[in-house]
C-alpha cells in the first residue's frame, strides 16, 4: 500500500470519528487508481452495562436535557452472540431509567420494585447495585429478575438536545 493510500484511509479515518461515527459505520476509500477498499471503523468504547454475569461494552451519546438531567445512549454487540445491543440511561430527576436491548427480543430493565439512583458526576453517568428484570409487566411491577449489575458510561462531551424521540 502506499504512502499517499495510507495517508487517505487515516484522514478518512479520522473524518469518520470525529464527526461521531460509530462501530457500524463503513467508509469507502478511492485511491488515485480508482480502487475501492471498504474498511469498516471500531470506535473505542466509553461505557459499559452489567447486567447479572453478561457485560456489554458499548460507545454512549451522551445528551444534557438541563437542569442537571442527563441521557446515555449505547451501542455496540454481544461478543458472544454478535447481536446488536442498545442501552437507554436516563438521569433525570425523579424519574430515573436504564434499560437494555439485545437482539430484537430480548429486553432488560432496571426493577420498579427496588430504588434506582443514576448517578451524574463531572463526565461519568453511573448507577451501581441495579436489580434487572426481563419481560416487565408494566401493570405489575414485576418482572422475571435476572441479577444485580451496574452502568458505567463517559461522557467526554455532551449534545445540547435530548435524542430523537424524546
Same mark, same amino acid.
Given at each position: 500500500?502506499?504512502?499517499?493510500?495510507?495517508?487517505?484511509?487515516?484522514?478518512?479515518?479520522?473524518?469518520?470519528?470525529?464527526?461521531?461515527?460509530?462501530?457500524?459505520? @463503513?467508509?469507502?476509500? =478511492? !485511491?488515485?487508481?480508482?480502487?475501492?477498499?471498504?474498511?469498516?471503523?471500531?470506535?473505542?468504547?466509553?461505557?459499559?452495562?452489567?447486567?447479572?454475569?453478561?457485560?456489554?461494552?458499548?460507545?454512549?451519546?451522551?445528551? $444534557? @436535557?438541563?437542569?442537571?438531567?442527563? $441521557?446515555?445512549? *449505547?451501542?455496540?454487540?454481544?461478543?458472544?452472540? *454478535?447481536?446488536? =445491543?442498545?442501552?437507554?440511561?436516563?438521569?433525570?430527576?425523579?424519574?430515573?431509567?436504564?434499560? =437494555?436491548?439485545?437482539?430484537?427480543?430480548?429486553?432488560?430493565? @432496571?426493577?420498579?420494585?427496588?430504588?434506582?439512583?443514576?448517578?451524574?458526576? !463531572?463526565?461519568?453517568?453511573? $448507577?451501581? $447495585?441495579?436489580?434487572?428484570?426481563?419481560?416487565?409487566?408494566?401493570?405489575?411491577?414485576? *418482572?422475571?429478575? =435476572?441479577?444485580?449489575?451496574?452502568?458505567?458510561?463517559?461522557? @467526554?462531551?455532551?449534545?445540547?438536545?435530548?435524542?430523537?424521540?424524546?
Amino acid at each position: 500500500m502506499s504512502l499517499m493510500r495510507v495517508l487517505g484511509v487515516v484522514v478518512a479515518a479520522l473524518m469518520v470519528v470525529s464527526c461521531g461515527g460509530s462501530a457500524d459505520d @463503513a467508509v469507502e476509500i =478511492v !485511491d488515485t487508481a480508482g480502487t475501492s477498499v471498504p474498511m469498516v471503523l471500531t470506535v473505542p468504547t466509553n461505557g459499559w452495562v452489567q447486567v447479572g454475569t453478561e457485560t456489554f461494552d458499548l460507545v454512549f451519546t451522551c445528551y $444534557a @436535557a438541563g437542569d442537571g438531567d442527563v $441521557a446515555a445512549i *449505547g451501542v455496540g454487540e454481544d461478543s458472544s452472540t *454478535g447481536e446488536r =445491543v442498545e442501552a437507554l440511561i436516563q438521569g433525570f430527576l425523579g424519574q430515573p431509567y436504564l434499560g =437494555v436491548t439485545v437482539g430484537s427480543s430480548i429486553r432488560y430493565e @432496571a426493577s420498579l420494585e427496588e430504588p434506582l439512583e443514576v448517578y451524574v458526576h !463531572d463526565d461519568t453517568i453511573s $448507577a451501581g $447495585a441495579v436489580r434487572w428484570e426481563r419481560n416487565m409487566d408494566l401493570e405489575s411491577g414485576g *418482572g422475571v429478575v =435476572v441479577g444485580y449489575g451496574a452502568v458505567f458510561v463517559e461522557c @467526554a462531551s455532551y449534545e445540547s438536545r435530548l435524542p430523537e424521540g424524546y
